[in-house]
């Protein structure tokens, strides 16, 4: 079945660790993206890439970093220099230039202790 | 700043009844909506789109209407039933290289029997 799919379900950091949140997809997509979830908040986009070996910064993209080396792998590293970094990450992708529906991934429970 | 954004935080109805729920954005160059329902723990799921050259779209059970004019975004769930209690997000894409999907802030429905 096609999809994309996040992991870990739940990850625990300790503060000043990085820690990398994998999202994978298999829908043969050119776009993924990697959005912050905070509790009864919308959807803040962290960063996001069009295309294999590019990405951009989306609005909150400090203390965050990407790569894309490859189209169905798009890896979310979040930093020691994230200050508040306890929060559901989603990821998601698009055909294209987000002008059709995103899939989303189930997300990843982040908490730093 | 430019935002999408919805009008009510919460909204409650009883089994059977419609709602409505509503969204309202600022950027005119938007010229893709989407409606999305999240589940606690889950990422979001794919509900209706609209396209800009449209004033309504039909589901099964859902609608969506848009007013260009005054920039609003509606979501109508006919016959609302308790599996439909979950947060709603409206999100745009404003149709330009380099920019991903903008959501709002989301709305809980809660449905009663």
């Known amino acids: 079945d096609g999809g994309i799919t996040q992991s870990p379900k739940y990850l625990f950091r300790k503060e000043g660790q990085n820690v990398t949140l994998s999202c994978e997809q298999n829908l043969n997509h050119d776009a993924m993206y990697w959005y912050r979830q905070d509790p009864g908040q919308g959807l803040r986009l962290i960063y996001y890439s069009q295309i294999v070996n590019d990405f951009q910064k989306g609005d909150i993209a400090e203390g965050y970093s990407v790569s894309r080396e490859k189209k169905e792998s798009f890896p979310l590293t979040v930093t020691s220099a994230q200050k508040n970094p306890t929060a559901f990450y989603l990821c998601?992708?698009?055909?294209?230039?987000?002008?059709?529906?995103?899939?989303f991934g189930q997300g990843t429970r982040l908490t730093v202790v | 700043g430019e935002s999408v954004g919805l009008h009510l935080p919460t909204l409650s109805v009883q089994e059977g009844d419609n709602s409505i729920i509503n969204c309202a954005y600022s950027?005119?160059?938007?010229?893709?909506f989407i409606w999305y329902k999240q589940e606690s723990g889950k990422g979001p799921q794919f509900i209706i789109d609209i396209r800009s050259n449209m004033d309504k779209r039909q589901g099964q059970r859902v609608t969506v209407l848009l007013n260009k004019t005054v920039k609003h975004l509606s979501l109508q769930i006919a016959a609302t039933q308790p599996g439909d209690s979950a947060v709603y997000f409206c999100?745009?894409?404003?149709?330009?290289?380099?920019?991903?999907?903008?959501f709002g802030k989301g709305t809980t429905l809660s449905v009663s029997s």
């Open positions: 999100a745009e894409n404003r149709n330009q290289a380099g920019t991903a999907l903008i």
């Open positions: 950027n005119s160059a938007s010229d893709y």
């Open positions: 998601a992708s698009t055909w294209d230039r987000g002008n059709t529906e995103a899939f």
